[in-house]
C-alpha cells in the first residue's frame, strides 16, 4: 500500500469512528484503469499544490442515506440537501486528513471547496497522465469508495 493509500484509509478511518460511529473496513486499493464503484452521489474536492487532482467519495443511494442517516442521528429517505452536504463534509474531513499527513512530510496541498453530482453511474474523469486509485469501504450502511486522481509536482 502506497503512502497516499495508507494516508485517506487511515483519515476515513478516523472521520468514521469520530464523526459518523460506524465502522468502515477498507478493502484493497483498485488502480485499475477500469475500476469503478458505482455511484448516484460523488462528493470532488480539487486538491492544488505539491500535490495535485481530485479527491471523491463515491456513494451508491442506499450507502450515502444510511451514511448521512448514522452522521446526523435520523433516517434518511431520499438524497437531499443533508445529504450532499454529508458527503461533500467526510470528502472534505478525509481530504484534510490527507493535507495533515503529506504536510507531515513537507508536501504542500491546498484544499477546494466540496462538489456534489448526484446522478446515475456518475464516473469522473480528467487530470491527463494522472495516477489514480479507488480505495473500497464496506459499511453496515452499505459500501463506498473514495477516489485519488493526481499527479506530483
Given at each position: 500500500?502506497?503512502?497516499?493509500?495508507?494516508?485517506?484509509?487511515?483519515?476515513?478511518?478516523?472521520?468514521?469512528?469520530?464523526?459518523?460511529?460506524?465502522?468502515?473496513?477498507?478493502?484493497?486499493?483498485?488502480?485499475?484503469?477500469?475500476?469503478?464503484?458505482?455511484?448516484?452521489?460523488?462528493?470532488?474536492?480539487?486538491?492544488?499544490?505539491?500535490?495535485?487532482?481530485?479527491?471523491?467519495?463515491?456513494?451508491?443511494?442506499?450507502?450515502?442515506?444510511?451514511?448521512?442517516?448514522?452522521?446526523?442521528?435520523?433516517?434518511?429517505?431520499?438524497?437531499?440537501?443533508?445529504?450532499?452536504?454529508?458527503?461533500?463534509?467526510?470528502?472534505?474531513?478525509?481530504?484534510?486528513?490527507l493535507k495533515t499527513a503529506l504536510l507531515?512530510?513537507?508536501?504542500?496541498?491546498?484544499?477546494?471547496?466540496?462538489t456534489t453530482a448526484v446522478g446515475k453511474?456518475?464516473?469522473?474523469?480528467?487530470?491527463?497522465?494522472?495516477?489514480?486509485?479507488?480505495?473500497?469501504?464496506?459499511?453496515?450502511?452499505?459500501?463506498?469508495?473514495?477516489?485519488?486522481?493526481?499527479?506530483?509536482?
Amino acid at each position: 500500500m502506497s503512502s497516499l493509500e495508507k494516508y485517506i484509509t487511515e483519515a476515513a478511518l478516523e472521520v468514521f469512528a469520530t464523526m459518523i460511529f460506524i465502522e468502515i473496513t477498507p478493502g484493497p486499493p483498485l488502480t485499475g484503469r477500469d475500476d469503478t464503484i458505482d455511484s448516484n452521489l460523488t462528493s470532488m474536492i480539487g486538491l492544488a499544490g505539491d500535490l495535485r487532482g481530485v479527491l471523491a467519495v463515491h456513494c451508491p443511494e442506499n450507502a450515502a442515506k444510511g451514511i448521512t442517516g448514522a452522521m446526523l442521528g435520523m433516517d434518511i429517505d431520499a438524497i437531499d440537501e443533508d445529504v450532499k452536504d454529508a458527503i461533500g463534509e467526510i470528502a472534505n474531513m478525509v481530504a484534510g486528513g490527507l493535507k495533515t499527513a503529506l504536510l507531515s512530510e513537507g508536501t504542500e496541498t491546498e484544499l477546494a471547496i466540496p462538489t456534489t453530482a448526484v446522478g446515475k453511474s456518475i464516473r469522473t474523469s480528467g487530470l491527463a497522465g494522472a495516477s489514480r486509485f479507488i480505495i473500497p469501504f464496506c459499511t453496515p450502511a452499505g459500501d463506498f469508495g473514495i477516489e485519488l486522481r493526481y499527479v506530483t509536482s
